[in-house]
């Protein structure tokens, strides 16, 4: 494996107060060459969706925007997982934001008991299913906005020749979100009846959050 030695810093600064020592980092060379890719190279969008969203004076105020990426030896295969990964992405972080949400609520309410320990327990052992069912309601609703793909050589580093790596940009309506933030906490107080009495009065500005916790990401 090849491998680059950078320093980093300017050297040993001397001082009256003494200098700054001097660090060695390795880094990682490249393994692969792109031998092709999609016209208009890599966006803004691939690492930060929504502020790119933003910036570009996309609709942000009804919509979110997510990215996807996967991999395959074929260029249509390896996009269309990307879009489903962009599905999974949306499910993860509302089911993740969901259980976060409910788990504080009951702590509070319950204090430092043993029945909120549970609750928490419970709900990040549930997580993964929760995100499996809101999945699958999200078939429909969810628009690919852009996508971008490159072919990658790894023969010089023992491994294929050709490999597709694709990204896509979704988005998904606010709307749609806040109903699928509904169907979670349905969903959660459904497996467990108790969790509603727990958090009554709580959860009502559970959407908004969500709009906050967006924002920061």
Not at 50 to 74: C, I, R
Not at 185 to 198: E, G, M, T, V, Y
């Amino acid at each position: 494996m090849n491998k680059i030695m950078g320093i980093v810093g300017l050297g040993v600064l001397f001082s009256a107060c003494g200098g700054a020592p001097v660090r060695e980092v390795t880094v990682e060379a490249p393994q692969f060459k792109v031998t092709d890719a999609a016209p208009g190279g890599r966006e803004a969008w691939l690492d930060n969706p929504n502020f790119f969203a933003k910036k570009e004076g996309l609709d942000v105020e009804n919509f979110f925007y997510y990215t996807g990426d996967a991999q395959s030896a074929d260029k249509r295969m390896a996009c269309e997982k990307a879009n489903a990964d962009a599905l999974d992405d949306i499910a993860k972080q509302v089911s993740t934001f969901v259980d976060s949400a409910i788990a504080r609520a009951t702590t509070d309410s319950t204090g430092s008991d043993s029945s909120g320990i549970s609750a928490i327990s419970a709900s990040q052992t549930e997580s993964s299913k929760l995100s499996s069912q809101l999945s699958k309601a999200l078939v429909s609703g969810v628009e690919k906005n852009k996508q971008y793909w490159e072919q990658r050589d790894f023969s010089s580093a023992g491994g294929a020749k050709s490999v597709f790596y694709c990204w896509v940009l979704a988005k998904v309506s606010k709307k749609q979100v806040d109903d699928l933030i509904m169907k979670a906490q349905s969903i959660r107080f459904k497996n467990d009846p108790n969790l509603r009495a727990k958090v009554e009065g709580k959860l009502q500005d559970i959407e908004k959050q969500f709009d906050r916790y967006m924002e920061n990401r």
